[in-house]
Nanobody, 126 residues
Framework: QVHLVESGGGLVQAGDSLRLSCAAS????????MGWFRQAPGKEREFVAA????????IYADSVKGRVTISRERGKNTVYLRMNSLKPEDTATYYC???????????????????WGQGTQVTVSS
């Protein structure tokens, strides 16, 4: 069993920055592709960013491209999401997710992730 724990959320003002962290524990024998998703009240969980198993490839949602950077510690299942120029519409619960060890590539599809964290709340005031 793999457990993912997010941290770093909080209440910020529009234009501020935040860095979210996600650490894996449990049966994490190999580095796996990981991603960040978010869910606002009354909306579906949506893709934010993802990174390949070795960190060489990243993908972003159009809504955050240019403002957000995903990174990871090489060889570890620890990922970060740096968010700049935050907007009120970024307000959501942010979830970290991991794919199975048989995969090397990142994905935008939440159905392709096997492990999920409990989420960390990000609230951006205007």
């Amino acid at each position: 069993q793999v457990h993912l724990v997010e941290s770093g959320g909080g209440l910020v003002q529009a234009g501020d920055s935040l860095r979210l962290s996600c650490a894996a524990s449990g049966r994490t024998y190999a580095a796996v592709p990981m991603g960040w998703f978010r869910q606002a009240p009354g909306k579906e969980r949506e893709f934010v960013a993802a990174i390949s198993w070795n960190g060489d490839s990243t993908i972003y949602a159009d809504s955050v491209k240019g403002r957000v950077t995903i990174s990871r510690e090489r060889g570890k299942n620890t990922v970060y999401l740096r968010m700049n120029s935050l907007k009120p519409e970024d307000t959501a619960t942010y979830y970290c997710a991991g794919r199975g060890p048989q995969y090397v590539s990142e994905s935008r599809d939440r159905e392709e992730y096997d492990y999920w964290g409990q989420g960390t709340q990000v609230t951006v005031s205007s």
